[in-house]
């Protein structure tokens, strides 16, 4: 029975005898701006229309990019504060080192990690009897406030306390919105992988070992060492330019029709530089005065002989390369007449090792692209390959960046050297 909100009647003296005041029901409006939500049961899909799917998958693709990173930085933390302090406090007080280590100031929020931790005892969320420790169950910003207590202890480990604090700062804005799934901006994901890799180089000694890209390296091997599908050439340059591609190359192989990712976007002095610190030089071009190079030309709908000049033209550039070095043998430049299926840029780096548990990454990278038949080199879709990543994950068997190789030797052995 609905009243007015001040509570009185529709004039009559009093209830009827026998029967008892019914409560007063206040009835609002809807808030201006916001609809009423369905009634229950007036047959309303309650589903995510495609848009909010869309726009839920970015989120979380976002904020899972972010967790990873803060799961790192805070292991590589604990692991560091363990090192630091337990040898300390563990002989005097044992299990309570680390309250006897927060000291008065920081007593509160230990008890609060000791209650989680009891909680998680007897509720049986501590999968792993490594994990039962009270460690464990401090933040970031927790554990970052005994190393600031105890910085003594952490100089030896730690180059530069302020360089760490500031990492520290960046991240606590990120760690706060994945805390509480709220929405993560692209510049603040930015910001936040920025910044971690940063601290984790610092809590390293500065020895680095820290990949360019976590999640790439956590789940390249489940694609058979391919990290990454860019849908043109263009947006694979803006990711990966071939500065960074070719950045300390200690051999290149390359095979296509005219090369012109190397030769249009590599200049002639860098391309002197790299081989002059001695990177080993494979080009193979498509014989521009071949069968092939017309058939192609028609593929495209190109007058005769543009594409074959375009090569051409790519040839004599890194021929006068070749002419300026000291050493050309290192520097070979050949010519095949198939039609071609593929371009790539197969680029052999150097190992990068890391101190934690002495792990060794391959800095060997792929750059592969199809050949459409109605689509330039720079329209067609690229992936990037990176070496070794399925055996990191610990797969047997070869990646896709052997299965060009072999290709590429393939090719290179049918093939006719330029003068």
């Keep these: 029975m609905g009243f007015p909100a001040d509570g009185r009647g529709d004039g009559l003296d009093g209830p009827e005898p026998g029967r008892s005041e019914a409560p007063t029901v206040v009835i609002r409006s809807s808030l201006p701006g916001r609809s009423a939500g369905p009634a229950p049961g007036d047959g309303t899909p309650l589903g995510w229309t495609a848009p909010e799917w869309d726009h839920a998958y970015h989120r979380v693709r976002l904020t899972g990019r972010a967790y990873v990173w803060l799961n790192l930085v805070e292991q590589r933390l604990r692991a560091l504060v363990d090192e630091a302090l337990r040898p300390i406090y563990a002989p005097a007080h044992g299990e309570d080192w680390v309250t006897a280590a927060a000291g008065p100031a920081g007593e509160e929020w230990v008890l609060r990690a000791g209650a989680v931790r009891e909680v998680s005892r007897r509720k049986g969320y501590l999968l792993d009897p490594a994990d039962d420790d009270p460690l464990v169950f401090l933040t970031l910003p927790q554990l970052r406030e005994l190393m600031v207590q105890h910085w003594p202890c952490f100089e030896p480990y730690v180059l530069d306390r302020r360089e760490v604090e500031l990492a520290l700062d960046e991240l606590e804005v990120a760690r706060h919105v994945v805390s509480r799934n709220r929405s993560l901006s692209q510049t603040v994901l930015d910001q936040t992988e920025r910044a971690a890799a940063r601290l984790l180089s610092l809590l390293d000694g500065g020895a680095g070992g820290v990949p360019a890209d976590v999640v790439e390296e956590l789940v390249a091997g489940r694609y058979a060492d391919v990290v990454a599908v860019h849908a043109d050439r263009v947006r694979l340059q803006r990711e990966l330019p071939v500065e960074d591609l070719l950045d300390g190359a200690r051999r290149l192989d390359a095979v296509g029709i005219g090369l012109g990712m190397l030769c249009q976007n590599y200049t002639g ?151």
């Design 269 to 419: 002095k860098r391309l002197v530089r790299l081989a002059g610190e001695g990177c080993r030089v494979r080009l193979l071009f498509l014989n521009p005065a071949s069968s092939a190079v017309r058939r192609r030309e028609r593929e495209l709908g190109l007058g005769r002989g543009e594409l074959g000049r375009s090569v051409e033209m790519n040839i004599m550039h890194v021929r006068r390369v070749r002419a300026r070095l000291r050493d050309p043998g290192g520097f070979e430049i050949r010519v095949f007449d198939e039609m071609p299926r593929f371009t790539a840029y197969l680029v052999e780096g150097p190992r990068v090792t890391g101190q934690t548990g002495g792990r060794r990454r391959s800095g060997d990278v792929g750059i592969v692209q199809p050949y459409l038949r109605r689509a330039r080199g720079i329209e067609s879709p690229a992936i990037v390959l990176r070496g070794g990543a399925g055996q990191e994950s610990g797969g047997t068997e070869p990646g896709l960046l052997e299965v060009y190789r072999e290709e590429f030797e393939g090719s290179w052995a049918d093939s006719r050297a330029v003068s």
